[in-house]
C-alpha cells in the first residue's frame, strides 16, 4: 500500500509533463514511440540485475497488447485492466519495477480516451435529448430549493417527507429518535437527518446547504434544505442558484409568522433572493398548522399577507400555490391530510403533489458547456474532484475542460451522478467530477469549467443593470458590495453610476445620478477584486445574474449587460 501510494505521488509531475506535450493531440504516434523507446532501456536494465527478469519483460508486454486492442474496447474494459496490470507491478513491491510503473499509467491513459471519445461523440449527436429522456426512464429533473425563515420548521419538513417517501429507513429514524431525546432535542429527529455535522445538531439550526434526491410519480428530484438563519445567506444563495424551482416554508403560530415576515425576518429576503435568481414557481408550505389546529382564518390571513409580497416580488400568482402543513405531525406531506378540521375546508393538493405538479425549466443542452464549482475535494486517487451543477451544455470523460478564472485545462476523468459513476452528463444535473493535469490549489469554490472552444470570459470590471432593494443607506460611487453570483462571494466596490431607468420601459430617465436609493432600477459599473467569470444576461439566463449584498442584507438584484475586461 505504501508503494502504491509513492507511486501516485511520483506519477503526478510526470503527468502533468505529459499533459503539456500531448495537449495538441496530433503527434501521439510519435509520443507512444518516444515512450516506448524510454521503457525498453529501463527494462534492459532490469534484466541484468537478473532478479526479476521475467517480470522485466511480462509487463510491457501486456501493455503492447492492450494498446494494441484498446481503440475498439468499450470504455469499461481498460480501466479494469488497468488495475490488474498496476496491481501486479504493485505487489511485487520492489524499487526497481517503480520507474517503469510510473510511464505506464500516463501512457495508458494518454491513448485509451481518444478513440473512445470520438465514439461517444458521434453517438452523442444523434440526440441529447432523447438520451435524457431515456436516462431518466421518462422522468424529469427538478432542482428544489427549500427556504424560509429560521426556526419556520425546513429541515423537520423535508426530513420528515423523506420519512413518508421511504428514503429513510425505520432503523436509521429509530436511532435518530433516541439520540435526539438523549440531546434533549426530542422534536429535531426528523431534521438530523440533514442536518449532519455535530455543530448543526447541537444548535439547532442548518448552516450548510443539505443535499439529497428522491421520485415523485413523474419527476426526480434533487432537493437542497437552505439555512434560514441570517448568518448563512451566503450558503443559501449558493443552493437556490442551483435550483429550479423553490418551496417556502412559513410557521403558522401567532406571533411566529409575523416574526419571519416583519422587517429583519428572512421570509421577505429569500422570497427576493430566489426570484431574483430566477426561480419563478414557488410552493409555499404554511407549517405548523397543527399548533393553531388548522384554523381557516389564520391560513387565509398569512396567504393574503404573502400574496401581496409575492406578487410584488415579481411571481404570478398561477405559479404559487399555498399548501397547509405539518412538518412533524407529517400530515399534508406525502398523502392528503385526514384530520377533520383541516378537511372541511382545504380541498387542494398535499405537498408532494404540488412538487410532482411543477413544470420542469428549459434545459439550455445545445448551449457551450458550463459548470459552476459549488465544492473541491481530494479524490482517492491520482486528481481531484470538483461538484457543481451543469449549467448548460454537456460533458463526457476524456472531454478536455477549461477553468476560468485560473485559465487553466484539465482532462474531465470520471463523471459521477447521484453517486453513480456515468460516461456524460448534461445541463440540470448535479455531478461530481473527477479531473486531472491540473493542480487542485488552482480551484477555488465559484470557478467555472467550460469547453476550450467556446471559453467563459474573465473580468473585475463589467456592466450590470440592477434593481436596489429595500436599504437605509443610499448607494454612492465607491459603495463596497459583496457579489454573489452562482457559487461565488466576491468583494466589490461600485465604480461609476451610469444612468436610471425606468421600470418597465428601461428608458433612462437620469444620467449620471449622485446617489440611488430603494426600488430603482439603475445601469452601474462594478469592479470585483479579483476576476469572476461571467456572461451576458442575454445569452446565458443562469449565467448572467447576480445579488449584491452590504453589511448583511440583500440590497440589489441585477443581470449583466456588458463585460469590460
Not at 95 to 106: C, E
Not at 521 to 537: D, G, H, K, M, S
Not at 540 to 561: D, Q
Request: glycine share 8%.
Amino acid at each position: 500500500m505504501h508503494s502504491a501510494s509513492h507511486t501516485a505521488a511520483s506519477m503526478a509531475p510526470f503527468e502533468l509533463w505529459e499533459e503539456c506535450c500531448g495537449g495538441s493531440r496530433k503527434p501521439r504516434d510519435s509520443q507512444s514511440t518516444r515512450i516506448d523507446s524510454k521503457i525498453v532501456p529501463k527494462v534492459t536494465k532490469m534484466t541484468v540485475s537478473g532478479k526479476k527478469q521475467a517480470m522485466g519483460f511480462e509487463v510491457p508486454s501486456v501493455i503492447a497488447e492492450e494498446n494494441g486492442h484498446s481503440a475498439n474496447t468499450p470504455q469499461k474494459r481498460p480501466s479494469s485492466e488497468d488495475s490488474s496490470v498496476t496491481s501486479g507491478v504493485v505487489e511485487l513491491g520492489s524499487k526497481s519495477a517503480l520507474p517503469s510503473q510510473t510511464i505506464q499509467i500516463p501512457e495508458e491513459q494518454s491513448t485509451v480516451p481518444t478513440p473512445v471519445k470520438k465514439s461517444s461523440k458521434t453517438r452523442q449527436q444523434i440526440d441529447v435529448k432523447a438520451e435524457l429522456e431515456k436516462r431518466q426512464g421518462g422522468k424529469q429533473l427538478l432542482n428544489l430549493v427549500v427556504i424560509g425563515h429560521v426556526d419556520a420548521g425546513k429541515s423537520t419538513l423535508v426530513g420528515h417527507l423523506l420519512y413518508l417517501l421511504g428514503n429513510v429507513n425505520k432503523r436509521t429514524m429509530h436511532k435518530y429518535e433516541q439520540e435526539s431525546k438523549k440531546a434533549g432535542k426530542a422534536s429535531f429527529a426528523y431534521a438530523w437527518v440533514l442536518d449532519e455535522t455535530g455543530e448543526e445538531r447541537e444548535r439547532g439550526v442548518t448552516m450548510d446547504v443539505g443535499m439529497t434526491k428522491f421520485e415523485t410519480k413523474t419527476k426526480v428530484i434533487t432537493l437542497m434544505d437552505a439555512p434560514g438563519h441570517k448568518d448563512f445567506i451566503p450558503n443559501m444563495i449558493t443552493g437556490a442558484a442551483q435550483a429550479d424551482v423553490a418551496v417556502l416554508v412559513v410557521d403558522a403560530s401567532r406571533g411566529e409568522f409575523e416574526a419571519g415576515f416583519e422587517t429583519g425576518g428572512q421570509t421577505r429576503e429569500h422570497g427576493l433572493l430566489v426570484r431574483s435568481l430566477g426561480v419563478t414557481q414557488l410552493a409555499v408550505a404554511v407549517n405548523k398548522m397543527d399548533q393553531v389546529n388548522w384554523q381557516q382564518e389564520r391560513f387565509q390571513e398569512i396567504t393574503s399577507k404573502l400574496g401581496q409580497f409575492l406578487k410584488q416580488a415579481g411571481f404570478k400568482e398561477s405559479d404559487v400555490a399555498y399548501i397547509p402543513t405539518s412538518g412533524l405531525g407529517g400530515e399534508n406531506l406525502v398523502t392528503s391530510c385526514q384530520s377533520s378540521e383541516l378537511t372541511e375546508w382545504y380541498k387542494g393538493k398535499c405537498l408532494l403533489e404540488q412538487i410532482d405538479s411543477f413544470k420542469p425549466p428549459q434545459r439550455s443542452v445545445d448551449k457551450p458547456f458550463r459548470l459552476c464549482v459549488s465544492d473541491v475535494f481530494k479524490d482517492q486517487g491520482s486528481g481531484f474532484c470538483v461538484t457543481g451543477k451543469i449549467e448548460a451544455g454537456y460533458i463526457q470523460t476524456g472531454d478536455r475542460l477549461l477553468a476560468m478564472p485560473p485559465n487553466e485545462t484539465c482532462t474531465a476523468k470520471g463523471i459521477t451522478l447521484h453517486d453513480e459513476p456515468v460516461d456524460w452528463a448534461a445541463a440540470g444535473d448535479h455531478v461530481s467530477l473527477t479531473l486531472t493535469g491540473m493542480d487542485i490549489i488552482k480551484i477555488n469554490v465559484g470557478c467555472i469549467f467550460c469547453g476550450l472552444k467556446e471559453p467563459i470570459k474573465a473580468c473585475t470590471r463589467f456592466r450590470a443593470r440592477v434593481l436596489i432593494f429595500n436599504i437605509d443607506v443610499p448607494i454612492t460611487k465607491g459603495f463596497p458590495v459583496l457579489l454573489h453570483y452562482q457559487t461565488v462571494s466576491e468583494p466589490a466596490t461600485i465604480r461609476r453610476l451610469l444612468s436610471i431607468l425606468h421600470k418597465s420601459t428601461g428608458e433612462v430617465t437620469k444620467k449620471k445620478p449622485k446617489v440611488l436609493t430603494k426600488g430603482q432600477n439603475a445601469l452601474i459599473e462594478l469592479q470585483t477584486q479579483r476576476p469572476v467569470a461571467l456572461e451576458l444576461y442575454k445569452d446565458f439566463k443562469e449565467l448572467g445574474r447576480f445579488m449584491l449584498r452590504y453589511s448583511g442584507s440583500t440590497i440589489a438584484a441585477g443581470v449583466v449587460t456588458e463585460i469590460k475586461e
